[in-house]
């Protein structure tokens, strides 16, 4: 039997494309999931303070609220069970392919289809949606004589607890959101923690903060009281946009809140010189956290700044000649997001890669379509990922116009594909916002692909994609006629 949909992966996205899918009345569907367990980012970062840093109302489903969150900023493990609970819910579970691995997606010319190649086997769908999230490849970093280390090395986002850090000399290389977060929780434990920090980030306080169990009453009794608090929370951080996109100038407040912060936090006039970014706040990921700087303070912590020449059997050499000796080393290093290799498994009907829209050579309409990739829609696409709010948002926007395609798709017997007149003027109208915003003021990120080009973040208010999003306009779109077989 061919499938309606083959849905990949069960995180946010693929479990949300699900919900809308069958409320759709689509029910001929499949999640591949390469796991044993649904949950993607959230089931695999599990490493010591992993949470979120948006806030629990806003980072979750509109559809599903939860009025039972302990924190204001949820943690990992809480966030893990709330997918579990939103799978349970909507009967997911019985959809999903666990230990799937998809190996390939190509399409098939003659039978007109999309067929995945996987570990378990092939299977043929008429329309894919691509719901593997940028953040599901850890990127280990590229240091000479890393692989000659002798120690235990793990990433944050591989986190290893048989690994015992207590007592150790520990490594940690990277100063961004994971290690903000990890750094706190192992310095009390080992004998000495050496911090790599290639370059500083922007920290702001953190306002998360237990929920009351009054306040988680109120909001199962009087949803609406959730709502409003979502909704707050919301228009809040669209204000952002102003000092991100329209101008970074008015950034200049929010630096000084954070300079405020660290001078608060750290008292040695040099480890605050090392920890001061020269570059603009928003240009890199904004970080959070109130325990960050005091953790560098600690007697048995040392921020080291020096850059690393190489790893050898027992440590890190930096580029003063230094051996920093370690029993163990962390990697802090992100994720492969622009160059994502499940975007590289994916073929249109000309055999061209999904990756070359990451390179900022293949266009896309909404960050979500592609010409000559027949219904196919990718979840977290080019310019769909934000610096200020919740990605949730984003990709409930883009399943109202990838659901809506989907079922005019399926109805007619269609393929469906952006026009590449349409998909190149979004493509080049979106591209020429961002030299004027914020990430586009010098430094370097990881929303920078390796042209130095900007296709990770959205360059505007959020409702702004919403409204874009809302509707499928079949003037904007080839669709021609097909007749797939069963």
């Known amino acids: 039997m061919v499938l309606d949909v083959a849905v990949i992966g069960s995180g946010f996205g693929g479990l949300g494309a699900a919900v809308r899918l069958r409320q759709s009345g689509v029910a001929n569907i499949a999640i591949f999931e390469r796991a044993s367990d649904l949950g993607g980012t959230w089931r695999d970062n599990t490493y010591p303070g992993c949470r979120c840093d948006v806030a629990s109302n806003l980072y979750s489903f509109s559809f599903a609220p939860n009025p039972r969150w302990t924190n204001t900023y949820s943690y990992q493990p809480e966030i893990q069970q709330y997918l579990q609970s939103v799978a349970y819910e909507y009967q997911l579970r019985e959809f999903i392919k666990f230990d799937h691995d998809v190996i390939d997606v190509s399409f098939d010319e003659g039978l007109r289809q999309w067929r995945l190649t996987t570990n378990q086997g092939d299977y043929f769908a008429r329309c894919v949606i691509m719901a593997t999230g940028g953040l599901a490849e850890p990127r280990l970093p590229e240091i000479k004589g890393l692989e000659s280390f002798q120690g235990p090395i793990m990433h944050t986002a591989k986190w290893n607890d048989d690994i015992d850090l207590r007592g150790k000399r520990v490594g940690l290389i990277g100063t961004g959101a994971s290690a903000v977060q990890t750094v706190p929780e192992i310095a009390p434990l080992v004998s000495s923690l050496e911090v790599f920090q290639r370059t500083p980030s922007w920290v702001l306080p953190h306002l998360g903060h237990p929920v009351i ?48 912060h660290l001078e608060r936090q750290i008292e040695d006039a040099d480890l605050r010189e090392k920890l001061t970014p020269s570059y603009r706040l928003g240009c890199k990921r904004v970080l959070i956290s109130n325990n960050f700087y005091p953790a560098l303070s600690r007697d048995n912590v040392e921020l080291v700044t020096e850059g690393i020449q190489s790893i050898e059997a027992n440590g890190v050499r930096t580029e003063d000649g230094v051996l920093h000796e370690i029993d163990v080393l962390i ?62 948002f984003m990709l409930e926007s883009q399943l109202s116009y990838a659901t809506k395609a989907i079922k005019v798709a399926l109805g007619s017997n269609a393929l469906i594909e952006p026009k590449e007149h349409i998909a190149q003027r979004w493509t080049k109208d979106l591209q020429a916002k961002l030299p004027g915003t914020v990430w586009g003021t010098g430094c370097s990120s990881w929303y920078l692909n390796d042209s130095g080009v900007n296709t990770i973040i959205w360059p505007d208010f959020t409702f702004k994609f919403r409204s874009a999003t809302r509707h499928f306009d079949p003037r904007d779109h080839t669709i021609s006629a097909t007749t797939p077989e069963r």
């Open 331 to 392: 990697t802090a290093t992100g994720f492969f997001v622009t160059d994502n290799p499940m975007a590289t498994k994916v073929h249109g009907v000309h055999g061209e890669k999904l990756a070359e829209a990451l390179r900022g050579k293949l266009a896309n309409y909404k960050g979500t379509t592609f010409p000559d990739f027949p219904n196919f829609f990718m979840l977290g696409g080019p310019n769909t990922s934000l610096g200020h709010s919740s990605i949730i």
């Open 213 to 260: 169990e009054r306040t988680k009453k109120l909001f199962s009794t009087l949803p609406l009281a959730q709502r409003l608090v979502r909704a707050w929370g919301y228009w809040r951080r669209e204000l952002m946009v102003l000092g991100f996109v329209k101008d970074p100038t008015r950034m200049t407040k929010a630096e000084t809140m954070s300079r405020e």
